[in-house]
């Protein structure tokens, strides 16, 4: 048994993605090499983990092996990376590290989270995906309205049609809908937006993080993916965040969520001690404010692997203090 199975990783893998076809932006691909200047690798070290970076990921030359789907811009080219990413990623789980998958745009997620969730499914125990976003990404290719592949890696993950032979003849390890939460969503197309209901997945918009804040909307995925002694992947897209926090993006949304909000989530995700694998994807330094960006993604990766303002006992071993303390 390896050490991802029975306790917290003490070694991180980083893997960028330099991918930036599946987005309608040029610009992601520098985002690994951005949050490697921002010092990703020198805060996970100093959070006492060993940190092993396996560089860029490269792929071999673009093949079309038939027709692309219609309505699939970059088809093949998305294509090649994902299979490319699937494999890397299924055995980098394996090495009992705790992966991250630095993108790139979100197209990334179609290979990274169909590794990782293909090693757990090989373990017996289910893979759960937290989706913190401006947009859902469910689109099918028979949905989308602009054709880009950033915007199907959600729907992929959950075996929608559409994408059949994206992989090829390697293992398609899709995972059920209800295993998939959205956080911060407040972008959806009309046929999207029919095929979530459809499909009931869960979405925390960002009604609900106002109506009822990101601790109780964080806890509740929490609690589900423990109660089915699952792990957790998470796929961060930096445009979740407020554009006045992260400017550093292609697709910016207005009302995201705030800084602190942001560190909340990570916080308790740290604390639950689930996460085995991440992405975060969408970084553009070329819109970015000198760093701004990048700076903001590592400190957020930071929370998520345990580091604190103060040196405090974590939720679930902690009272509430009296009034006046």
């Not at 197309?189 to 918009?205: F, G, H, T, Y």
């Not at 601790?215 to 961060?236: C, M, P, W």
Request: hydrophobic content about 40%.
């Amino acid at each position: 048994m390896s050490e991802a199975d029975n306790s917290r990783p003490s070694r991180i893998a980083l893997l960028g993605v330099p991918i930036e076809i599946g987005a309608s932006q040029p610009g992601p691909l520098m985002g690994p090499d951005a949050l490697r200047t921002a010092g990703i690798a020198r805060l996970l070290e100093q959070l006492a983990f060993r940190v092993d970076d396996h560089g860029n990921l490269e792929i071999p030359a673009v093949v079309a092996d038939g027709p692309a789907p219609a309505n699939t811009k970059f088809y093949d080219e998305v294509k090649t990376w994902t299979r490319t990413l699937s494999e890397r990623a299924y055995w980098l789980a394996h090495s009992g590290a705790i992966p991250i998958f630095m993108g790139g745009d979100h197209s990334l997620s179609m290979g990274s989270i169909n590794g990782v969730a293909r090693y757990w499914q090989e373990k017996g125990r289910p893979l759960f995906a937290l989706w913190v976003d401006a947009h859902a990404d469910y689109n099918t290719p028979a949905t989308t309205i602009t054709g880009n592949m950033h915007g199907m890696s959600a729907a992929f993950l959950c075996g929608e049609p559409g994408l059949d032979d994206l992989l090829g003849g390697l293992p398609r390890a899709s995972i059920p809908p209800d295993q998939l939460d959205l956080i911060g969503t407040r972008s959806v197309d009309p046929l999207e937006r029919k095929l979530l209901r459809q499909r009931n997945v869960s979405i925390a918009d960002m009604r609900q993080i106002d109506e009822f804040g990101v601790a109780v909307l964080t806890r509740r995925v929490i609690e589900r993916v423990r109660a089915k002694n699952g792990v957790l992947h998470v796929s961060f897209d930096v445009d979740f965040l407020d554009p006045e926090v992260a400017p550093g993006v292609g697709t910016t949304v207005p009302g995201g969520a705030t800084y602190r909000e942001a560190h909340l989530i990570m916080e308790l995700l740290h604390d639950s001690g689930l996460v085995r694998s991440l992405d975060i994807v969408e970084l553009n330094p070329f819109l970015d404010e000198r760093g701004r960006t990048a700076r903001v993604a590592v400190e957020l990766i930071g929370s998520l692997f345990g580091l604190q303002i103060t040196d405090r006992q974590t939720p679930s071993n902690a009272m509430l203090p009296e009034m006046g303390e």
